[in-house]
C-alpha cells in the first residue's frame, strides 16, 4: 500500500492561498477517485476539491477555517494506486506496537485477524447557536443543502452548531437519527433561566465579508444622500412590458435601476470610477459594470453586470438572473465577481424606508434600493396615491463633493420618475 497525498490545486489565476471552508471526509473514510474531499474559499467563490485515489483517508490538513497554501498537501491517502505525475509519496512514521508482555507467535497458515475499529467515545452533543434573525437565510455548504433535500428537512428550521451558526452534517445526523417527539414530559412549561456564552471563530464568507467592510470603512469617508422618488410610472411601464414579454425573463425593478444607473454615469462619469488610494489617482472607467450585491446562504457576495451601457432591458434581467442563481449555488467565477465600477445594493421585501450602503473599496460611489410603497401625495390640488421609493447613495467623500453627489442623485430621481429619458440619447 502506498500513502499519497492530495495537494491544494490552483484555484484560481493569481491566487496563492485558500481557506479551508468544508470537510466532507473525515480520517478512517473510504473515498473513491473523484469524490469530494473539501471545499475550499478564495475571493468569495467556493470549489470543491475530490480525490485523485481509491483509499482510506489517514491525514486530514487542519480545520475549517485554516488558510492553506496552493500546493500545500490537503490529506493522504491510504491506496494501492501509484502517484499522479507531480506527486510523491510522503515518507509516514509506522506507529509503534503496543507492548505485549508474552506475544504468541503468529500462526504459518492462520491469516492474521484484522484489528477491530475503535469505538468512538460518547461526544457532548454540541449547543445550537443563536437562533437566526427572522428572514435570514440558514448557512450550510453544497452538500448539507443537497442532503437536506433528499432527506425533505427545511434549513430554516434546523439549529445550526458549526462556525457563525453554520449546518453542519453532523446536525442533520442528529435529526435524522432521533424519531419524532413532543415535548419532553416533565419540562417546565413556563420560561427558564439560561446562561453561558459560546464562542463562533469568524470564518469563510464571513470573515471575508468582515475584512471587505473594515477595509472600506477604515479608508473612506462616507457621505449618504436619501431622495424621496415616486416612480409610478417606472411601475406602469415595467407592468406593460412585462405583459408583452412572450419568453423573455420577467422585468424586476433592477434591470430599469441598472439601465438608468448606465445612463446616469454618462453625464457623470465620475461616479463610474476607482479610486486607488495607495497610488494617487482616479480610474475614470469608460465600460459601466455593475456590482449587483446578492444575498447567498453562504452571506453576502456582489457578482458582476458587465457593460450595461450596451445592453437592453431584458438582456439585463436575463444576465441579473443568471448571475444571481450562479452567485447562490457557490458557482460563480471568479471573473464574474470581480471587476465592477459602481454598486447596486438592495434589501428588496424587506427593505426599509432609508439605508446607509458601504461603498464597495475601491469604487467611489454606491446606489441603494429601499422598500416600494404606495403613498398619498399632494398634487397640488388634492392628495393621490402614487408609488413611492427612496434611494440611498453613498460617495467617497475624497473625491466626490457633496454637490456633485445631490447633483447625481437628482439625476437619477428624474430618470426614475421619466423613465423614458433612460432610452433617449445624449
Known amino acids: 500500500m502506498n500513502i499519497l497525498s492530495v ?38 467563490a467556493t470549489v470543491e476539491i475530490p480525490s485523485l485515489y481509491d483509499g482510506r483517508i489517514t491525514w486530514l490538513a487542519g480545520e475549517v477555517g485554516d488558510v492553506l497554501a496552493v500546493g500545500s498537501e490537503l490529506v493522504r491517502i491510504e491506496t494501492e494506486a501509484e502517484a499522479v505525475a507531480g506527486d510523491t509519496p510522503e515518507p509516514i512514521a509506522e506507529p509503534a506496537p503496543d507492548p505485549d508482555p508474552a506475544p504468541e507467535p503468529p500462526s504459518e497458515t492462520a491469516e492474521a485477524p484484522a484489528p477491530a475499529p475503535r469505538k468512538p467515545a460518547p461526544a457532548t452533543p454540541a449547543q445550537p447557536g443563536p437562533p437566526r ?23 430554516r428550521q434546523v439549529p445550526g452548531t458549526g462556525p457563525a451558526g453554520r449546518i453542519t452534517h453532523d446536525d442533520l445526523d442528529t435529526l435524522f437519527d432521533q424519531p419524532p417527539r413532543g415535548r419532553q414530559p416533565g419540562a417546565a412549561a413556563g420560561r427558564a433561566k439560561r446562561s ?12 471575508k465579508i468582515a475584512e471587505r467592510m473594515a477595509l472600506a470603512n477604515q479608508r473612506i469617508p462616507h457621505i449618504t444622500v436619501v431622495e424621496e422618488v415616486d416612480v409610478t410610472a417606472l411601475e406602469d411601464l415595467r407592468t406593460r412590458m412585462n405583459a408583452t414579454r412572450g419568453d423573455r425573463p420577467k422585468l424586476t425593478v433592477l ?26 489617482h482616479v480610474l475614470r472607467h469608460a465600460g459601466v459594470h455593475v456590482g449587483m450585491a446578492t444575498m447567498t446562504e453562504a452571506g453576502l457576495v456582489v457578482p458582476v453586470l458587465r457593460h450595461v451601457e450596451a445592453l437592453g432591458l431584458f438582456e439585463i434581467a436575463a444576465e441579473i438572473a443568471r448571475l444571481s442563481e450562479a452567485a447562490r449555488a457557490g458557482k460563480a467565477g471568479r471573473d464574474e465577481l470581480t471587476g465592477s465600477t459602481i454598486t447596486i445594493t438592495s434589501l428588496g421585501p424587506l427593505g426599509a424606508l432609508a439605508t446607509t450602503p458601504i461603498i464597495n473599496h475601491p469604487e467611489v460611489a454606491i446606489l441603494g434600493i429601499n422598500k416600494m410603497a404606495t403613498r398619498p401625495m399632494w398634487d397640488g390640488s388634492q392628495f393621490v396615491p402614487r408609488k413611492m421609493m427612496n434611494i440611498s447613495a453613498s460617495f467617497d467623500h475624497r473625491v466626490i463633493d ?25
Not at 133 to 155: K, N
Not at 196 to 207: A, D, F, L, N, S
Not at 255 to 280: F, I, T
Open 402 to 426: 457633496g454637490w456633485d453627489a445631490a447633483v447625481f442623485v437628482q439625476r437619477m430621481k428624474t430618470l426614475l420618475e421619466t423613465p423614458a429619458l433612460i432610452f433617449v440619447e445624449a
Open 133 to 155: 434573525a427572522e428572514g435570514q437565510a440558514p448557512l450550510a455548504s453544497p452538500s448539507v443543502r443537497a442532503r437536506a433535500r433528499q432527506g425533505g428537512l427545511d434549513l
Open 7 to 44: 495537494k491544494l490545486p490552483d484555484v484560481g489565476e493569481g491566487v496563492t492561498e485558500a481557506e479551508l471552508a468544508e470537510w466532507t471526509v473525515k480520517v478512517g473514510d473510504i473515498v473513491k477517485e473523484d469524490d469530494v474531499i473539501a471545499a475550499v474559499m478564495t475571493d468569495k
Open 196 to 207: 453561558g456564552t459560546e464562542e463562533i471563530k469568524v470564518i469563510g464568507m464571513r470573515r
Open 255 to 280: 434591470p430599469l435601476v441598472a439601465a438608468a444607473l448606465a445612463r446616469a454615469v454618462v453625464d457623470h462619469p465620475e461616479m463610474n470610477a476607482h479610486y486607488m488610494d495607495d497610488e494617487g
